[in-house]
Every structure is written in C-alpha cells, then in structure tokens.
C-alpha cells in the first residue's frame, strides 16, 4: 500500500492541525493505520494509532486529550486532529499501515514519506 501524508504546517501553540494520509494500492480497510512522529536529532516516535474498523484507538501519554486519530476507509484515508499543540509537538509526522495494532514502528510494513509540523511560540 502507497500512502502520502500531508497537512502539515507552521502554526502557533494553542493552534490546531490537521493531518491526512492518503492510501493506494491495497484494501486500505485490511491496514491498522498509525501515525509517528521525529523531531531532529530524536528517534521516531508514537503519536497514535487506530483498528482496522477503527473501532480502537491508542496514544501516547503525551498527546492524549489533544490528538485524535480517525479514519474513513470509504475514501481510503486516515486522520490526525492535532488540538491544543505545543512547541513540543514539532516534528516530522508519518503514517504508517500495518497489520498489528501496536504502538512500535516494527508492527508496520508501510510508511508515507513525512509532513512537517511546526509549532512556534
């Protein structure tokens, strides 16, 4: 499956953002979708990530209550509403399918190329 982020930006704190990733190539419906993120000089990191149905979802601490994953396998593409968001939020965002629902980067064979989200003060 081929998948693209996109929606990221400069924005201020306390802005809100919105992320897409947008998926081709295989039943997007079959993919736990998930979203990381690395800031320079960091490991990548987990943000969030949604079932199949999207049924289920899980974050990290450090973005529950402000973040929410979603997706619509109707139109093939997942979500990530970004509320309240913090210096500390600046990264380059991916998304990623896979088949287990799991918040490490190994449980995902797909990636998107990354957006860049960048919150200033």
């Known amino acids: 499956v081929q998948l693209q982020a996109f929606g990221g930006g400069l924005v201020q704190a306390g802005d809100s953002l919105r992320l897409s990733c947008a998926a081709s190539?295989?039943?997007?419906?079959?993919?736990?979708m998930g979203w990381f993120r690395q800031a320079p000089g960091k490991e990548r990191e987990f943000v969030a990530t949604i079932s199949w149905s999207g049924g289920s979802t899980y974050y990290a601490d450090s973005v529950k209550g402000r973040f929410t994953i979603s997706r619509d396998n109707a139109k093939n593409t997942a979500y990530l509403q970004m509320n309240s968001l913090k210096l500390e939020d600046t990264a380059v965002y991916y998304c990623?399918?896979?088949?287990?629902?799991?918040?490490?980067?190994?449980?995902?064979?797909?990636w998107g190329q990354g957006t860049q989200v960048t919150v200033s003060s």
């Open positions: 190539g295989r039943t997007f419906s079959n993919y736990v």
């Open positions: 990623a399918a896979g088949r287990i629902l799991r918040g490490t980067p190994d449980a995902y064979n797909y």
